[in-house]
């Protein structure tokens, strides 16, 4: 009896610890949505200090993320302007590079576009799907080459 009850408890804890460390679905998807942004060439990181303060709202907890563009060599773009990270709100036009008044304006999820001497992205809290994620991809990889002006 007592040998039976050791090989139950010891396969209890076996399943048990695999499922502690298998992927939650939410993480798979995460997963999904970075790599589908990776593949079209942008970067991603998540959003922390003074920048994150600038698109959470007060009390949001929660795990911000940036997926940007680099700046192509063909983009008109002032990076001395941009040493410091700045919010960019659609239709504003922005002196450290053209096309920014041409992005549009984004909800949901997404927090909004930011820009930086290393590129152009936005800033969001993953809760979308890969569909939603297709238009401010494109725009920023379109304003990162120099295209959306």
Known sequence: MTKWLIIVLILAFLIGSWS???PTADERRRVRLRNRAISKGLKVESVKGQVRERFAKSGEGG?????WAPWSAEAAVD???????RRIEPGEENSAFPGAGALPELSGAFKGWLAD???????WDESATI??????MS??????EGVGH
Not at 63 to 67: F, R, S
Not at 117 to 123: A, K, M, N, S
Not at 131 to 136: G, Y
């Open 20 to 22: 502690w460390v298998k």
């Open 63 to 67: 795990l911000l993320m940036l997926y």
């Open 79 to 85: 990076r001395r302007a941009l040493l410091i990270p």
């Open 117 to 123: 001497q290393r590129g152009i992205g936005f800033v």
């Open 131 to 136: 569909d939603d994620l297709e238009k401010p």
């Open 139 to 144: 725009w920023a990889l379109k304003i990162a």
